[in-house]
């Protein structure tokens, strides 16, 4: 009777200690040690099922008999099919199982005692099983004061295989939080490194004036705008759209940054920029991804613009209370196709005029019933701005249809004002 409270003793300090060890390293160890304790046994060990291979992968062993040399072999790792050996069968079966004799069991494979030198008298096992869903086995072998394990030891080693699970439960669900932590760190990281592509609002004369933001869906995503000063006192503005959200568009994002950044130093005109620039792009896009773009030569003194499309929604030039968009060009999205032409287009801007342009983000915005903001809306939203600043009230438009629903894409908005 002393010795069955004690063992229930242990079993209740197992729990006790199990529920305060979070990592799967350290809990291992623990695990055999306690089981081993509340069994009196010589030996343990331990096997996780991979449920993908359909097979028992070995965890852990220990052993009080033998030294750490004769263990080293087993701590290697091995793998064992499902119905093979004592513990195949018990996690096949999901059951547990009492061999009095292992030696003459046909189940048992003497594999680890001829590589340890140990010998097997019996051996107890049983499922680690949470909620039906099968975890593993744990095994103890030879028991320290008896022939072989006794009806006693089978509910103790079954109860400690119920504690078992919901230990091993926990430190998978610490593993995933502690993950999902990191990623979530590393994302932001990224998204700060990501703001860095976003240019700074240039400061131009006599009240002229070029904007953009950048809202991503996720922590970073695949829109993309840049202002680009050349030496004649013009500016290449783009804005562009990587087909697809989060890190894959965005890693396609900056290595087209960094494409258009090194043909703008030619100084071409916005067609044949962006037949380069297309050029360069396939070699990484190879026709898998793709980005829609506008890009712009646009001159604030003259009000001058020339640009070129790449499948991209058509810019709008706000005049008053009209919006109206400008002439479409000619153009295959970006990375489509390793050589394609792209038409080169003129407007000029005049005097207290803005011309907007946006990523499908804005007009395809949803709100809680899945309503888009829609073109419309869009339009209706800049003819009621003021000018400047068209760009700034539109996003808050957008932000403002959407509510408290996640946004599903990427939005960017720029605006170019000629005073």
């Not at 004369?205 to 202002?227: K, Q, R, T």
């Not at 703008?264 to 380069?276: F, S, Y």
């Amino acid at each position: 009777m002393n010795a069955q409270a004690n063992r229930l003793k242990k079993l209740i300090q197992a729990n006790q200690v199990l529920a305060n060890i979070e990592s799967l390293v350290d809990l291992l160890p623990q695990l055999l040690r306690l089981a081993q304790d509340v069994t009196g046994a010589e030996a343990s060990s331990i096997m996780l099922y991979n449920k993908e291979r359909d097979v028992l992968n070995f965890a852990w062993a220990m052993n009080d008999v033998l030294g750490e040399k004769a263990m080293k072999n087993l701590k290697t790792g091995f793998e064992l099919p499902m119905g093979e050996g004592i513990a195949g069968w018990v996690a096949l079966n999901q059951h547990p199982l009492n061999v009095t004799d292992a030696q003459n069991d046909p189940r048992f494979s003497k594999e680890a005692d001829s590589k340890t030198g140990f010998v097997t008298r019996c051996i107890l096992c049983t499922p680690i099983v949470h909620q039906d869903k099968l975890l593993g086995v744990v095994q103890v072998l030879n028991s320290v004061n008896k022939d072989c394990f006794g009806s006693e030891d089978e509910e103790l080693l079954e109860s400690f295989g119920h504690l078992a699970g919901v230990a091993l439960v926990r430190s998978e669900l610490m593993l995933q939080r502690l993950n999902q932590q990191k990623f979530e760190t590393q994302l932001e990281a990224a998204s700060r490194i990501q703001k860095q592509f976003n240019p700074r609002q240039p400061k131009l004369d006599n009240g002229n004036l070029i904007w953009g933001s950048s809202v991503p869906a996720h922590f970073v995503g695949g829109d993309l705008y840049d202002f680009i000063p050349n030496p004649d006192g013009s500016w290449y503005i783009y804005v562009a759209d990587v087909a697809g959200k989060g890190l894959p568009a965005a890693l396609i994002m900056s290595a087209l940054w960094t494409r258009i950044r090194a043909e703008a130093l030619n100084e071409r005109n916005p067609g044949h920029m962006l037949k380069a620039i297309n050029g360069g792009a396939f070699e990484f896009m190879n026709g898998d991804v793709f980005a829609t773009m506008v890009l712009l030569r646009y001159t604030p003194e003259s009000g001058k613009c020339e640009y070129a499309m790449a499948g991209h929604p058509l810019p709008l030039l706000v005049i008053g209370d009209k919006v109206e968009p400008i002439g479409k060009t000619f153009g295959l999205p970006v990375g489509i196709l390793d050589d394609c032409d792209f038409e080169t287009g003129e407007i000029s801007i005049g005097n207290g005029q803005s011309l907007i342009i946006v990523t499908d983000g804005v007009d395809e915005a949803r709100n809680g019933e899945g309503d888009f903001f829609g073109e419309e809306r869009l339009e209706e939203s800049l003819k009621r701005s003021e000018i400047p600043h068209a760009g700034e009230s539109l996003l808050k438009d957008v932000a403002a249809w959407r509510g408290e629903t996640p946004p599903n894409d990427d939005t960017t908005v720029v605006e170019i004002y000629r005073a």
